[in-house]
């Protein structure tokens, strides 16, 4: 069979060819900024493949479809993989061009637009937030008139956290308007809006083949959110145990949520729930993707899995690693966002017992900017350890580590006054 992989992160880890096997003829279609610019590296990425192209402005470029549609009708392609939430849609309107079966329009557009997402989950009885589409400023004041500060407005199809805004009053209004003027056109904005929720966040990670689920497991981010990196605080994750009380009743939730939507027969999840501080579940969204922010790594060490891998050999024909029951051992992450100034010193390695992985992802002397995204960091650690507790507390002393071992001054030339971390 011939494959067409589209692809915007970092090749290495990502062997495609590999994974769905020799029998197989691999085409790339891939971000320039996913490639190496080392040469023995960049060659190692893009080895094994049939053909590849490396595409400049590959998220906006709509040349990616135009060569994807000129491959195919050279040599046809059998079946499309992308990894990326920022690809999913792309990848099914090519199937549906080329005519070959995986995920189709109707059934990305309800994982990537949240308006269709939440509205498909309504109607089957999914606990969620009051919602609305917000294309102007009648929609919002409306909606803020009928549920109340705060409110959340979010993209209806964005990803990471990115332009999420909580509305506490009516400045916050006027902040969300000056951010987007298209509120103001006759086309209007493509905007949803929420009430917010007290939580804790929940987030269930997993995959489904050929219609069977072969994982779903809930990790929770404890008091920290998505939102809080955006704001310089770090935030954290960590695997239920296998005892929790939660666990039977977020999957439970989850699996119903998942059989209200058009899903395919093979994909990874990434869902998020609500703990409300009533502790009832609250569904919040889901998407046909693995999750972001090295939930990836997490369960590697967990379960012994690379998630992405047990998907493409899935649907390679491949017989993917068996999945374990439960986590074989609990593990969590930490990440650690920047903050505006100029990164004086930061560690190169970790010294709390329990870390099994700390990586610095910015040197001395980087003029830093908040974080945009929620998965943006300049230091992440990964934990293990035979219970949550355990993990839990390894992260936290890891964290007070990493803020005494940090110095971000104020100004562009690292010289201004400030306090270390």
Request: glycine content about 10%.
């Amino acid at each position: 069979m011939r494959y067409l992989v589209l692809n915007r992160t970092p090749l290495t880890g990502r062997p495609f060819p590999d994974w769905l096997g020799a029998d197989h003829e691999v085409v790339l279609l891939t971000d320039a900024a996913a490639v190496s610019a080392e040469p023995d590296v960049r060659s190692a990425q893009l080895g094994g493949y049939a053909h590849v192209e490396v595409i400049d402005d590959f998220h906006f470029n709509p040349l990616v479809e135009s060569r994807a549609l000129a491959l195919h009708r050279k040599g046809g392609f059998d079946r499309v993989i992308a990894l990326s939430e920022f690809d999913i849609l792309r990848a099914a309107r090519l199937r549906e061009l080329f005519g070959v079966p995986g995920q189709d329009v109707a059934s990305a557009t309800a994982f990537r637009d949240k308006l269709v997402m939440k509205r498909i989950l309504a109607k089957a009885g999914i606990p969620l937030a009051p919602f609305a589409p917000v294309a102007n400023l009648q929609d919002l004041l409306g909606f803020i008139e009928q549920q109340g500060f705060p409110v959340v407005v979010k993209p209806r199809r964005g990803g990471g956290s990115m332009d999420v805004h909580v509305l506490h009053d009516p400045q916050d209004v006027e902040s969300l308007l000056a951010a987007h003027r298209d509120l103001g056109t006759d086309d209007g904005a493509q905007l949803l809006a929420e009430k917010y929720i007290e939580h804790e966040l929940v987030h269930v990670d997993g995959i489904v083949t050929a219609g069977e689920t072969r994982l779903m497991w809930p990790s929770t981010q404890g008091d920290s959110t998505c939102l809080d990196i955006k704001q310089g605080q770090a935030l954290h994750s960590c695997l239920l145990d296998a005892d929790d009380p939660l666990l039977d009743p977020v999957r439970e939730l989850t699996g119903r949520a998942l059989a209200a939507l058009p899903v395919p027969d093979t994909f990874m999840f990434h869902a998020e729930v609500f703990l409300d501080a009533d502790r009832r579940l609250v569904f919040n969204e889901v998407a046909s993707r693995m999750g972001g922010g090295m939930i990836e790594h997490v369960l590697q060490l967990g379960f012994g899995i690379t998630l992405p891998e047990v998907y493409v050999r899935s649907l390679g024909g491949n017989a993917p690693a068996a999945v374990p029951a439960v986590p074989e051992r609990i593990a969590g992450l930490s990440l650690f966002p920047p903050r505006a100034g100029t990164l004086v010193a930061i560690p190169d390695t970790c010294p709390v017992p329990g870390i099994d992985t700390y990586t610095r992802h910015a040197a001395p002397g980087t003029v830093l900017e908040p974080a945009r995204l929620s998965v943006e960091k300049i230091g992440s650690v990964l934990a293990t350890g035979r219970t949550r507790g355990e993990v839990e507390m390894a992260l936290a002393e890891a964290l007070a580590w990493f803020e005494r071992s940090t110095v971000i001054r104020p100004g562009t030339d690292g010289t201004g006054a400030g306090s270390a971390s």
